[in-house]
């Protein structure tokens, strides 16, 4: 009977559509994007990128003039997305020395030119997401999706600020079924004594942008991290399709062909 339970909440926590992240919290999926409004997206994120995550985090893979692809002139991107380089086929690179940073931060931050291809892009919109006031860490922040990271929450002006609520619950089926009805991140942990607790998250202070809209700021800058991570993915893609339905074509009319020609030895 327990077993069937325990099923029963796998499969709950799979039709809820989360994954389970890795000593983590269950992920939230990130927003898909439509064909016609990908530039869009991918231009805002590009932005978003400029000015809040390249103080400190490189993408020292990508080259600024790729951005021409996101239907960005060479002008735009010059005047408002270089801060580091005056050179449109430079890589985004920061003027931070890795030695700086270890000194300042306590560790260098990560290049982000192939994050979303490591973490996926459910980790890194959680990510974003997940970030609550800890007085007792060294930045006054922590995050229920990478909990105890170094980084601080730069965001916070804008998503406002949320605060950690811990839940005890007398045994683990209780403790899933909360997790799952909370419909947004939470953790679940063992409390000990064959008690569980489950930490969400509750908004605290508000920022500049509504929840709605820094998801959306969020799910930009997220599209923008996939995209770097592999700018020529949809090309692939494309191409691909285009290779199987030719394979599709000549396999009818090469089976066609032995048909015919086996016809006449039967």
Same mark, same amino acid.
């Given at each position: 009977m327990n077993m069937a339970r325990r099923l029963a909440g796998i499969v709950l926590f799979a039709a809820a559509g989360v994954a389970l992240a890795e000593g983590g919290a269950p992920l939230l999926p990130a927003p898909g994007v439509r064909s016609f409004e990908r530039d869009a997206s991918l231009q805002r994120g590009a932005r978003d990128f400029a000015n809040y995550c390249l103080n400190c985090h490189s993408a020292q893979y990508m080259r600024y003039n790729r951005l021409t692809d996101l239907g960005l002139s060479e002008e735009q991107i010059e005047h408002n997305l270089m801060f580091a380089t005056d050179k449109i086929g430079g890589t985004m690179t920061v003027a931070m020395s890795r030695s700086d940073a270890s000194a300042w931060l306590g560790t260098p931050p990560p290049d982000l030119t192939v994050e979303a291809r490591v973490r996926g892009r459910d980790w890194l919109y959680s990510y974003l997401l997940a970030f609550y006031r800890d007085d007792g860490s060294v930045t006054g922040w922590n995050n229920l999706v990478f909990p105890n990271v170094a980084m601080?929450?730069?965001?916070?002006? +804008?998503?406002? $600020? #949320?605060? +950690?609520?811990? $839940? #005890?619950?007398?045994?683990?089926?209780?403790?899933?079924?909360?997790?799952?009805?909370?419909?947004?991140?939470?953790?679940?942990?063992?409390?000990?004594?064959?008690?569980?607790?489950?930490?969400?998250l509750a908004a605290n202070t508000p920022g500049t942008l509504s929840k709605v809209e820094y998801e959306k700021f969020a799910?930009?800058?997220?599209?923008?991290?996939?995209?770097?991570?592999?700018?020529?993915?949809?090309?692939?893609?494309?191409?691909?399709?285009?290779?199987l339905i030719f394979l599709g074509v000549l396999f009818a009319l090469v089976y066609s062909l032995k048909r015919d020609y086996w016809k006449e030895v039967h």
């Amino acid at each position: 009977m327990n077993m069937a339970r325990r099923l029963a909440g796998i499969v709950l926590f799979a039709a809820a559509g989360v994954a389970l992240a890795e000593g983590g919290a269950p992920l939230l999926p990130a927003p898909g994007v439509r064909s016609f409004e990908r530039d869009a997206s991918l231009q805002r994120g590009a932005r978003d990128f400029a000015n809040y995550c390249l103080n400190c985090h490189s993408a020292q893979y990508m080259r600024y003039n790729r951005l021409t692809d996101l239907g960005l002139s060479e002008e735009q991107i010059e005047h408002n997305l270089m801060f580091a380089t005056d050179k449109i086929g430079g890589t985004m690179t920061v003027a931070m020395s890795r030695s700086d940073a270890s000194a300042w931060l306590g560790t260098p931050p990560p290049d982000l030119t192939v994050e979303a291809r490591v973490r996926g892009r459910d980790w890194l919109y959680s990510y974003l997401l997940a970030f609550y006031r800890d007085d007792g860490s060294v930045t006054g922040w922590n995050n229920l999706v990478f909990p105890n990271v170094a980084m601080p929450h730069v965001l916070w002006n +804008l998503s406002g $600020t #949320q605060k +950690l609520v811990e $839940t #005890q619950y007398e045994d683990q089926e209780k403790a899933e079924a909360a997790a799952i009805a909370a419909k947004s991140l939470a953790l679940m942990e063992p409390a000990g004594g064959g008690k569980y607790v489950v930490k969400t998250l509750a908004a605290n202070t508000p920022g500049t942008l509504s929840k709605v809209e820094y998801e959306k700021f969020a799910s930009d800058l997220v599209n923008y991290l996939d995209y770097i991570s592999e700018p020529v993915k949809n090309d692939r893609i494309n191409i691909g399709i285009v290779v199987l339905i030719f394979l599709g074509v000549l396999f009818a009319l090469v089976y066609s062909l032995k048909r015919d020609y086996w016809k006449e030895v039967h």
